[in-house]
């Protein structure tokens, strides 16, 4: 079957499933320690109310998450899932220097000189 999106569809297409990818990332990393909680209540090693405030602390954690993906502005989104995932481009650090700088972004091909 022939792709019959436009190079501008197939681009938001790859940047999505690049957001998706990280947004997923994101969310398991804060899963952990709640599933680590799960096991240990019950191995009964944690109090039912201990699990109790776990799961609220990851609610709030999980609601910071969600307004992360879907109330920042897509492009740094974007951008910051690049970064994380290690799929930084050479035009993404020239466009994007003084961001990814304030992010903590060194470019290690670089050597201190310029991006």
Known sequence: MENKLTPKQQKRQQEREIIDEYHKLVSEQALEPLYQSFLDWKSGTLPYFELTEQIHLFHK?????????????????????????GRLTNDDIKENKRLLEFWGYEDSTSNGSNF
């Open 61 to 85: 954690k999980n609601q910071e998450i969600y307004k992360d993906f879907n109330y920042t502005d897509s492009h740094h989104v974007l951008l910051l899932a690049k970064l994380k995932l």
